[in-house]
């Protein structure tokens, strides 16, 4: 769903946050102002509320060789990419 979305970059990366409940982010490298239309396109397709980030080209961590990584748990401590913030508890 996100690849075929033509303004999001093929660079994505999901993020599961279980610090107290569990979250789940999708982290886009995309066109300002989609943020929104892609949660409520993933809220659609999945049955899931997502927390869309959207970040600046090159932001989304790359692979030099293999299989891109594409989903991260985070427990605690410094967020997988920048512009993630654990919600207020």
């Known amino acids: 769903m996100l690849l075929a979305d033509e303004r999001v970059s093929p660079h994505y990366l999901i993020v599961e946050d279980r610090p107290a409940r569990p979250e789940l982010w999708v982290v886009v490298e995309a066109e300002e102002g989609v943020r ?12 899931l509320t997502c927390q869309v980030v959207v970040v600046r080209e090159g932001t989304v961590p790359r692979t030099e060789t293999g299989k891109a990584r594409r989903l991260v748990r985070w427990t605690d401590g410094e967020p997988p990419v920048p512009g993630l913030t654990p919600p207020a508890s």
């Open 36 to 47: 929104e239309s892609l949660a409520k396109a993933l809220k659609e397709h999945l049955g």
